[in-house]
């Protein structure tokens, strides 16, 4: 079949018989390896790199559908003590999914302050690189068609295939929720603790013993709206309501002069939807899709005259306190150490199986 002229363009062959051809990608990386040295790098403190990146696993876990699927694993690496700070398994490869993740690693050892990542589509979403920008983490990106520049990363998943995937391949019906387990144990008990070839020790002792430049992990609720999308939208005054990801929210009504605002949200949870002022980046006030079923009874609120900015705190219903009771059950449960005995539910969209 005869190749299309963009084709053509995009493909080059190596000069070299025998090796068929590469993408212009592949010949400039392989150009650049000609024209600059290759050296081995290390961080000098604990928490000034960090590496991230995704695994295909060669396991496949059973769905709760039924389904044979291949996970993949996420994984975060101090660069300066090899330590695995998290590490995750999931069903697809999405900015939510390294959010999800990054945010445990972030909240077990500490803001970093620089990660490395190679340049997948959820590692460049905008949610992710917005995210780091509020946080004040510094992202490097590998070279394209470079894999060696995040070498210690793929030196990890060598551990990662030769020692707890080989020891799960006999085990049947094995399923996500039981890789997961395992993966934390054998993170923390084993490749944490065991001695590194490279450091003469073992990571979590250099974790603990080096200097250290991490500082403190911000609340859930901080790292939730960080790693958010911020856009522009132009509001109908018809009804003072912008479109979002095909969903129509409401604007507050003190905000009706506005022509366009800017809105703060992650496009896989459109339950957490902010308008924010630009300059200064402060939450004026949450959105809520619009309810046209309640706005059918035909009442309408008394615009009052604007009294100044509200905080979102104030405009957000704070729960009222827990009775003494249940504060003494949860300090009890709180005080046996164990987890909540529940496995939280994933997003409709990540639900295991979906497409």
């Not at 507050?252 to 949200?265: K, L, S």
Request: hydrophobic letters at 40%; proline letters at 7%; glycine letters at 6%.
């Amino acid at each position: 079949m005869p190749r299309s002229a963009a084709t053509c363009r995009l493909t080059v062959w190596c000069a070299s018989p025998g090796l068929g051809p590469w993408h212009a990608g592949e010949a400039r990386a392989a150009e650049r390896r000609q024209k600059r040295e290759v050296r081995s790098f290390e961080a000098e403190y604990v928490g000034s790199l960090w590496h991230l990146d995704f695994h295909h696993g060669s396991l496949k876990v059973l769905s709760p559908r039924g389904q044979w699927q291949h996970p993949l694993a996420l994984a975060i690496l101090d660069d300066h003590s090899r330590l695995c700070c998290h590490a995750q398994w999931y069903l697809s490869e999405t900015a939510a999914d390294l959010v999800h993740g990054l945010a445990q690693a972030i909240q077990k050892r500490g803001l970093p302050r620089a990660l490395m990542t190679d340049n997948g589509a959820a590692m460049v979403a905008d949610e992710v690189a917005q995210g780091l920008l509020r946080l004040g983490i510094v992202h490097e990106r590998t070279l394209p068609y470079s894999a060696y520049q995040n070498g210690k990363q793929e030196a990890f998943w060598g551990n990662v295939e030769g020692r707890l995937l080989a020891m799960l391949e006999g085990h049947p019906d094995l399923t996500l929720a039981f890789l997961n387990e395992a993966t934390q144990a054998w993170v923390e008990i084993e490749y944490n603790r065991a001695v590194h070839r490279e450091l003469a020790c073992a990571p979590v002792e250099r974790f603990a013993k080096t200097p250290d430049v991490l500082r403190s992990s911000p609340s859930s609720d901080t790292l939730r709206e960080a790693f958010r999308l911020e856009v522009t939208r132009r509001q109908r005054h018809s009804d003072g309501t912008i479109s979002l990801e095909g969903v129509r929210f409401e604007v507050p009504a003190r905000f009706r002069h506005f022509r366009d605002v800017v809105v703060r949200y992650a496009r896989w949870d459109l339950s957490r939807v902010d308008l924010v002022d630009p300059r200064h980046g402060t939450l004026l006030a949450p959105l809520y899709p619009l309810d046209r079923a309640a706005n059918a009874d035909g009442r309408r609120a008394v615009v009052e005259p604007p009294t100044g900015t509200d905080a979102v705190a104030a405009e957000r219903q704070q729960p009222s306190a827990l009775p003494p009771l249940l504060q003494r059950i949860l300090a009890a449960y709180s005080a046996t150490g164990l987890p909540p005995a529940y496995l939280p539910q994933r997003i409709p969209n990540q639900e295991e199986g979906a497409s």
